[in-house]
């Protein structure tokens, strides 16, 4: 699998959106530092407007909802 970026562990085995094997973190913000060290700029700047602004989100690929999605289901 080429298509596979190891995560540092933070609690149990999960799997993304993008179908990437990741590791769930335990907080929002942690995993919106995963986020950005592995997508690119523009899809990371494109989940940060959509957080932000819902009229974004309405807009956003369904790639970049279920990622925001999981971001949502944090306690921030």
């Not at 335990?26 to 592995?38: A, F, I, M, P, R």
């Not at 989940?47 to 279920?66: C, G, H, P, R």
């Amino acid at each position: 699998m080429s298509n596979v970026v190891q995560f540092p562990k933070m609690v149990e085995p999960t799997v993304d959106p993008l179908e990437v094997e990741v590791y769930q973190s335990d907080t929002g913000q942690k995993y919106l530092s995963v986020l950005k060290k592995y997508l690119t700029k523009d899809d990371y700047e494109c989940i940060l407007l959509s957080v932000m602004d819902e009229e974004y989100y309405n807009e956003a690929e369904q790639q970049i909802k279920d990622i925001i999605d999981i971001y949502f289901k944090y306690d921030n």
